[in-house]
């Protein structure tokens, strides 16, 4: 009887930004790594080099494509990095930029809660988790059935929020469980996909 072949997905987080250090929106708005983030991108290389990476997705966004560069260094065998921007951070529309305690100020605590961690709701101009979700999905079909065809394991540095669709994918979560997830900056997700 044939052994059953599985695949891996390696999934992390881009380090911490500038913005996320002084706790501003971010969303599609361009902050690089701090020193913080650089030692944060620099661990999860180092969890990472004894697995085989075959191919790597990143974000048109420096955070995503900082964070998987020492990643890259120690897979020599890596011959593809993808960029995709399905799996980009949540655009936080009128938000970006701007500092939580000032949004904060003008919305009130409770109704900036219910838009950060409310599935359906969005902040003006911007994008809702289920959003999110609506575009992650179909990047994460795409990606496995390049995984079947191909057989090969893959590494995604994405964002905070469009990890929460492949979370909830890959661990079956309800959508209030996968609200409250907080995606870490120094540590990876690992999925077996069956080929």
Not at 6 to 35: A, E, M, V
Request: proline share 4%; charged share 35%; with cysteine.
């Amino acid at each position: 009887m044939a052994k059953k072949k599985y695949c891996s997905i390696y999934l992390f987080r881009h380090g911490q930004t500038y913005f996320n250090r002084d706790k501003r929106f971010t969303g599609w708005k361009d902050s690089r790594l701090t020193p913080l983030g650089k030692k944060q991108a620099e661990k999860i290389a180092r969890m990472l080099k004894g697995k085989r990476i075959d191919a790597a997705y990143q974000t048109r966004l420096s955070r995503s494509k900082d964070t998987l560069r020492p990643v890259l260094r120690l897979h020599p065998e890596c011959k593809e990095v993808i960029t995709d921007d399905r799996m980009i951070e949540r655009s936080y529309g009128e938000f970006q930029g701007k500092h939580h305690s000032t949004v904060e100020k003008n919305l009130g605590k409770e109704m900036l809660n219910a838009i950060r961690r409310n599935y359906g709701r969005r902040p003006p101009r911007g994008e809702s988790v289920k959003m999110v979700e609506k575009r992650v999905l179909p990047f994460l079909k795409d990606l496995l059935a390049k995984i079947k065809k191909e057989k090969i394991n893959v590494a995604i540095s994405a964002h905070g929020n469009s990890m929460r669709p492949f979370r909830r994918y890959f661990e079956k979560l309800s959508v209030a469980e996968m609200m409250q997830l907080e995606n870490p900056w120094d540590d990876y997700f690992e999925y077996k996909v069956r080929v």
